[in-house]
């Protein structure tokens, strides 16, 4: 996974890849913390931040091992 790509998810269909985190932790202190309900990938969840009205970026998120 790498910033830039796409990726349907469920909850919010195509979303762009901004961020790629290795720790959950650093991830919810940033801000992301939407669940997209993604769940094709075995080691990333992709979670999404708000930034305004009707505006969100999204953050591919490694998950603990």
């Known amino acids: 996974m790498k910033i830039g790509d796409s990726i349907y998810t469920p909850r919010f269909c195509t979303c762009r890849i901004n ?10 202190e940033a801000g992301y913390r939407e669940p997209t309900h993604y769940d094709d990938n075995p080691d990333y969840d992709i979670l999404g931040k708000h930034i305004g009205t009707n505006r969100m ?9």
């Open 19 to 28: 961020e790629v985190i290795e720790d959950a932790h650093v991830a919810y």
């Open 57 to 65: 970026v999204f953050a591919a998120v490694k998950k603990p091992s």
